[in-house]
């Protein structure tokens, strides 16, 4: 049975920092295995963070500001998000897929068969 387990949500003043972990167990992602970061507002559809296999992508919004990282050797995926706004505020999921890919990173919620728990960031201003 895959679990994903997030950790390092919090409350941060707008231009802080946070970083997230999601700790994966019952089997490895690998290279080929797409893992990201969703994320959900109050009111709003699940929306695509950042995801990374052999390649990474950002969503626009977070570009520059958030960086995904993986510890393969941990079975763990990071997300480290700098100079935080308000409009970050969400829930955020860890997403992982059993399917290796190598010729397209996936992006949609439906790209992804594991998720977590959820690990909610707020941002004031």
């Known amino acids: 049975q895959v679990q994903l387990v997030e950790s390092g949500g919090g409350l941060v003043q707008a231009g802080g920092s946070l970083r997230l972990s999601c700790a994966a167990s019952?089997?490895?992602?690998?290279?080929?295995?797409?893992m990201g970061w969703f994320r959900q507002a109050p009111g709003k559809e699940r929306e695509f963070v950042a995801a990374m296999s052999w390649t990474t992508d950002y969503a626009v919004s977070v570009k520059d500001r958030f960086t995904i990282s993986r510890d393969y050797g941990r079975n763990t995926v990071y997300l480290q998000m700098n100079s935080l706004k308000p409009e970050d505020t969400a829930v955020y999921y860890c997403?992982?897929?059993?399917?290796?890919?190598?010729?397209?990173?996936?992006?949609?919620?439906?790209?992804?068969?594991?998720w977590g728990q959820g690990a909610q960031v707020t941002v004031s201003s």
């Open positions: 019952g089997r490895p992602f690998g290279g080929s295995n797409a």
């Open positions: 997403a992982g897929s059993s399917v290796p890919d190598r010729r397209r990173l996936g992006i949609r919620v439906n790209d992804y068969d594991s």
